[in-house]
């Protein structure tokens, strides 16, 4: 018999019956306002009761305002989801970091943050991206309401066994390239799609030199490629990461815990359904220029042209991405100008992110013409970068300082990017209006959103002094 | 959930790849706590002016293609965000079944438990499909017990998960059923390291 990969190993302690379909146990199901009122009322509806509260977060992020805390919320729809949140889970008894909470913030960023987030452990939440919490060697995979509703009533859920897929990201990163750039590089490779049916494990040297921020980043858009979750095996740099947090296991706990950490890596000998490999020693800062995640290409290159595509579906898939982004072919991305530019975000919206951000603009000012945002991805990042002077920086050099949460990543509070502006973005999706209706897009890492913001249009950080 | 055995009407036909729940069901709607009255978002900002006023013929707008039962899809529908409010649209609007090459993974997964049919044939298959599709009168018949897709002259086998079928067609609770593994599931519980909180 072979051995097993990481993925399998989680998989295989998890379930509770059955084969294939598994029913599986759920170790952590994080909850936000947008996607579990519907579960809740639907358990009230069938007198259910949470059967597991202790095993279930609670926080507010996406649809709430980033303008200080003491205004309030504005849009009364929102502050009805809000609301009704916060009176289902103190009917269920569940821990809810409220709009008041200094442990608000985005789902993902807080999970980590606090030790929730564990190797080994199943974890969901009604949201794509909690692939993100892969990054620990963690299972975790994007759920929708009717499955939030089973795993509040249960604690498990029927999956069936998805493949497995390695990618392998091949020699040191280059200096000026970031996870981000890693992650988006091998989506406009493998295609929106491409990880479809399968969960990826990401591997290599490339991927082993990062810290927990950059890997929550890669983790994180596993999604835009197609795969519900990716996962990177836990090591030295995830224990130092999650020793002393809250709820990460103390004393002996700590030792046992670790104990299990330790052997969840790919077995030498286990085989992967499917191994991709990417060149990253000789990748390029990456910018998307289209209208899905796939849409993407290096800094140093130009906007495409639909003719080069022979697919027909492809082509017209460039014909319409070119006409919403207002793009024509040949021109370079060092040439399109920005209005907006947005740091913040599940994907990099966190304190390194942060930084790396602030380290391009200190001691520079945004362009004329540009509105430039920093929206901490939680209210704990946001007083680190205010002790750290981030903030500092970030508003002497004319950025808008914010309370955190999710923001223009989906423009559903009031930080919506108005019809026909182009936006450097540091968020994970491109999608048409997705940041405001007829917005364009434009996906980077931090440094290179930090960086056109300073410049006014797309530049590549590797000329940046 | 209604049970759902054959699935016969009109269609429209989307060939465009890639379609994304964002699309599908802009986020503006999303800050209701309700499951219902989706529908008449729809598509919403590929259907409306900034106003809100109805932008163009497509199908959404168009009278003859309101009571279609059936979406014809392009590659990959669904793709990105988990938003159930996607599918509880779709069937708000009046489908009963989508057609598509491939879709993503949550949004089908979403389907099926609110009794959604997702059907996937190969590309080429689906493109004739639509180009059926293109009479607004041209009706089409999908069952899922005898697991074909009959369209003018054709009929098309289809592959789905049995267990998939088998929820479909009865229209099961699955919290219900879960529910009744509850010694499983304690038995579990009993046996999760003390440090796993």
């Not at chain 2, 997702?118 to 080429?124: A, H, K, S």
């Amino acid at each position: 018999m072979s051995g097993r990969t990481l993925f399998e190993k989680i998989w295989d302690d998890h379930i509770v019956t059955g084969d294939d379909p598994a029913l599986l146990y759920v170790d952590l199901h994080l909850v936000h306002e947008v996607t579990s009122p519907q579960a809740f009322a639907g358990l009230d509806h069938a007198g259910r009761k949470v059967r597991r509260p202790d095993l279930t977060l609670a926080t507010v992020d996406h649809a709430i305002p980033t303008t200080a805390r003491s205004l309030g919320i504005r849009d009364p729809r929102s502050k009805k989801q809000v609301d009704t949140l916060r009176v289902n889970t103190e009917k269920h008894g569940i821990t809810f970091f409220g709009l008041d909470d200094p442990r608000q913030g985005i789902v993902h960023v807080v999970g980590p943050e606090n030790g929730y987030t564990q190797p080994g452990k199943v974890i969901v939440c009604g949201d794509s991206h909690t692939s993100t919490h892969g990054a620990f060697g963690a299972l975790a995979f994007g759920i929708g309401t009717s499955e939030v509703e089973h795993v509040l009533a249960t604690q498990t859920l029927w999956q069936r066994r998805p493949r497995t897929m390695a990618v392998e990201f091949d020699g040191p990163v280059p200096p000026g390239v970031t996870a981000k750039d890693l992650i988006l590089g091998m989506i406009s490779q493998l295609g929106v799609g491409g990880g479809q049916g399968h969960v990826i494990e990401y591997r290599g040297e490339a991927i082993r030199s990062l810290s927990m921020e950059e890997r929550m980043t890669v983790c994180n858009m596993s999604i835009e490629g197609g795969a519900r979750a990716g996962m990177i095996a836990p090591d030295e740099t995830t224990l130092a990461y999650l020793e002393d947090r809250p709820l990460a296991p103390k004393g002996g706990d700590w030792e046992a815990a670790v104990d299990y950490w330790e052997s969840l890596t790919t077995d030498p000998d286990a085989v992967f359904d499917t191994t991709h490999h990417i060149d990253a020693a000789n990748l390029i800062p990456h910018v998307s220029w289209g209208i899905n995640p796939a849409q993407t290409a290096p800094i140093t290159s130009s906007v495409p042209d639909p003719d080069a595509f022979s697919d027909p579906i492809d082509r017209d898939s460039v014909v319409r991405a070119l006409q919403y982004m207002d793009l024509r072919p040949g021109t370079r991305f060092v040439d399109i100008p920005v209005q907006h530019v947005f740091v913040g975000s599940c994907t990099n919206g966190r304190i390194e992110d942060l930084r790396s951000a602030a380290h391009i603009v200190a001691g520079k000012k945004v362009a004329s013409g540009v509105t430039a945002v920093v929206v901490p991805g939680s209210m704990q990042v946001k007083a680190q970068a205010e002790a750290e002077g981030l903030a500092e920086i970030f508003e002497s050099a004319g950025f808008s300082w914010r309370e955190a949460g999710c923001s223009s990543c989906l423009a559903m509070n009031d930080d919506v990017i108005p019809t026909g502006e182009r936006c450097a973005s540091t968020s994970n999706r491109n999608f048409e209006g997705r940041q405001g209706r007829g917005a364009r897009t434009h996906l980077m890492s931090p440094a290179m959103a930090a960086a056109a913001a300073v410049a006014g249009h797309l530049v590549d950080v590797r000329d940046w002094s | 959930m209604t049970p759902i055995s054959v699935v016969t009407g009109t269609m429209v036909p989307l060939p465009q790849a890639d379609i994304d729940t964002d699309q599908i069901i802009p986020k503006q709607f999303l800050t209701r706590i309700e499951r219902t009255g989706y529908g008449d978002f729809l598509f919403h900002d590929w259907a409306t002016t900034e106003e809100g006023a109805p932008s163009s013929d497509f199908f959404v707008n168009d009278p003859q293609r309101a009571g279609a039962k059936v979406l014809v899809a392009g590659r990959n529908f669904g793709c990105g965000s988990s938003r159930e409010h996607a599918v509880w649209a779709i069937q708000d609007w009046g489908f009963d079944a989508v057609i598509a090459p491939s879709f993503g993974d949550i949004f089908r997964n979403n389907c099926v438990n609110v009794g959604l049919l997702t059907v996937e044939l190969p590309d080429d298959h689906v493109a004739l499909i639509q180009q059926i599709a293109q009479d607004p009168n041209a009706t089409i018949r999908v069952d899922l017990e005898q697991q074909v897709v009959e369209a003018a002259d054709y009929v098309f086998e289809f592959d789905i998960d049995p267990e998939v079928k088998e929820r479909l067609l009865q229209g099961l609770d699955p919290i219900g059923l879960t529910l009744q593994e509850e010694a499983v599931i304690a038995a579990y519980e009993s046996r999760r390291p003390v440090w796993l909180t």
